[in-house]
């Protein structure tokens, strides 16, 4: 199921062409994941929108309950959650008109997917937002991830 949502092309049009990202499951403690993908996009020049009902503002953002109490329009809806929750935040993001639904690392569920497919929404599953953005700009090599190049150049997003 995975490959399918995992084309280099799609990730790197996604992140080149994304601008606000709503993070699902975004938590403040700045030890968690989730903080640190999102402190680093933040870094990157995206804009991101936590959706936590737990927290009333993340990373200098006001944090919102769900994903359709968010006023602004969203290009990527990146889930850190449960894999039982995805069914219910890809119609969030189908309701919202989201572009792109975009799950972490062991978030699968191929009815979540299924939905925001259906709904129009561009789908990646199971891959990390900060790796793919950090191995298509080029800074991930020093980590001895494979970044899919023979040169040490890089040339940025495709």
């Given at each position: 199921m995975?490959?399918?949502y995992q084309?280099?092309?799609?990730?790197?049009?996604?992140?080149?062409s994304a601008k606000t990202i709503a993070i699902v499951g975004l938590s403040g403690n700045e030890l968690r994941a989730s903080y640190f993908v999102g402190y680093y996009m933040r870094r990157h020049g995206y804009?991101?929108?936590?959706?936590?009902?737990?927290?009333?503002?993340?990373?200098?953002?006001?944090?919102?309950?769900?994903?359709?109490?968010?006023?602004?329009?969203i290009d990527v809806?990146?889930?850190f959650r449960a894999p039982s929750a995805?069914?219910?935040?890809?119609?969030?993001a189908v309701a919202i008109g989201a572009g792109t639904l975009w799950t972490q690392f062991g978030?699968?569920?191929?009815?979540?997917?299924?939905?925001?497919?259906?709904?129009?929404l561009t789908v990646i599953v199971d891959r990390c937002l900060?790796?793919?953005?950090?191995?298509y700009v080029g800074r991930m090599h020093w980590l001895g991830f494979n970044t899919q190049r023979i040169t040490s150049v890089r040339s940025g997003l495709q």
């Open positions: 995975t490959t399918r084309d280099p092309l799609t990730i790197q049009r996604v992140l080149n804009r991101v929108i936590p959706v936590n009902p737990r927290e009333s503002a993340i990373l200098g953002e006001t944090s919102y309950p769900s994903l359709t109490d968010v006023p602004v329009p809806v990146n889930v995805l069914p219910e935040i890809a119609r969030q978030v699968i569920n191929q009815e979540g997917a299924d939905i925001a497919s259906s709904g129009g900060k790796v793919e953005h950090a191995r």
